[in-house]
């Protein structure tokens, strides 16, 4: 996540405030259930279980049920059998998978949703400001939604799911699909806050970078049953993708940069360079870092009065078409064990 991605959240907390979690920390639980639609047996003995601050990631081919279920678990559909337990007053949020192209610009639907929702005028004007600002829908706030593109018809289609804020249910059917790299990250960032403050999240996905973040279970669904469920140990079993960060260090003593190195377990590998250029002679340092730490390492860089000149996140080691069959996430990407316990040195040793 870019720190651009994180600060924008951070202020949209800090505007909006944190909503209080549910107290009473209550599961959402699905037993037993069955749908059948028309001729089609679409769930078939699910079994479900939600507790606060977790997500839940539905994969699975077209088909299999995914939208389905999120349709029982958001009351739009009944069981034919088994049983479905949430709190009574519980709050719901669901983004569908694809928002019609009603006759209404994107600011007078999202307005009239939230009047639905008995959103305050105030809160709701606020909400509305702050979301577009945060998922960058610019001047498509006054256009209708009949003339929007489908990624940016996506970004009002979250925008009415997100707007009574953190706590309670949220459910989503696809809620990166058609969306631009940083509206994507300003989801994933904002949904990882939501899951902190208690949010119980169940989303239908197939990009990697929602699973790796967020997910606390994966439920593989396949023709209506549940195929495979993974949590998340099995999940961090395919490895953490790496982020390769290219940096200029210059005027700072080596201890200070050995303590950077030694001291955050983020640093899988590094290297120091000198780069000989016509305005004179720079130290480059190259950074394989966790994913998860990357933020974290590019403002102690930065703290220490480097600049940043690239940073290349690496592709995602979960294999999707396997995991959508069934086979373990990390079965075709086995962790790499040869340098994530070593960092070179400035000089060339390891430093322990």
């Not at 669904?221 to 290219?246: C, Y």
Request: hydrophobic residues 40%; contains cysteine.
């Amino acid at each position: 996540m870019g720190w651009s991605a994180r600060s924008r959240v951070s202020r949209f907390f800090d505007k909006a405030g944190k909503a209080a979690a549910n107290s009473n920390g209550r599961i959402i639980s699905l037993q037993g259930v069955s749908k059948r639609l028309r001729d089609v047996q679409v769930l078939n003995d699910i079994d479900l279980e939600i507790a606060q601050g977790e997500c839940i990631v539905l994969v699975g081919r077209n088909g299999s049920g995914k939208s389905t279920l999120l349709r029982v678990l958001a009351g739009m559909l009944l069981p034919d059998s088994g049983s479905l337990r949430k709190p009574r007053h519980g709050r719901i949020m669901y983004a569908l998978d694809g928002l019609s192209r009603l006759p209404f610009t994107s600011r007078e639907y999202l307005w009239e949703m939230g009047r639905i929702r008995g959103m305050r005028p105030e809160i709701l004007r606020q909400r509305i400001s702050e979301l577009s600002e945060l998922l960058f829908l610019g001047k498509a706030i006054d256009q209708k939604l009949s003339q929007l593109s489908k990624g940016t018809l996506q970004k009002v289609n979250l925008i009415q799911a997100l707007m009574p804020g953190p706590g309670g249910l949220l459910l989503l059917d696809e809620p990166l699909s058609g969306l631009d790299v940083p509206a994507q990250k300003a989801i994933v960032v904002l949904l990882r806050q939501w899951k902190k403050e208690g949010s119980q999240i169940v989303t239908a996905c197939h990009e990697p970078l929602l699973i790796e973040l967020l997910a606390d279970q994966v439920i593989v669904l396949h023709k209506g049953t549940v195929l495979r469920r993974w949590n998340k140990e099995d999940l961090q079993q395919a490895g953490e993708p790496a982020v390769s960060i290219q940096s200029v260090i210059e005027g700072r003593e080596q201890s200070v940069i050995d303590t950077l190195l030694v001291e955050h377990q983020g640093v899988i590998a590094c290297h120091r360079s000198v780069v000989h250029q016509d305005y004179g002679r720079r130290e480059v340092w190259d950074w394989r870092v966790s994913r998860s730490s990357a933020d974290r390492i590019i403002g102690m860089i930065l703290a220490v009065g480097g600049s940043i000149l690239s940073v290349h996140p690496e592709e995602s080691r979960l294999n999707m078409e396997g995991l959508m069959e069934g086979r373990h996430p990390g079965g075709s990407a086995p962790r790499d064990r040869t340098d994530q316990d070593s960092c070179l040195s400035p000089e060339g040793g390891d430093l322990q």
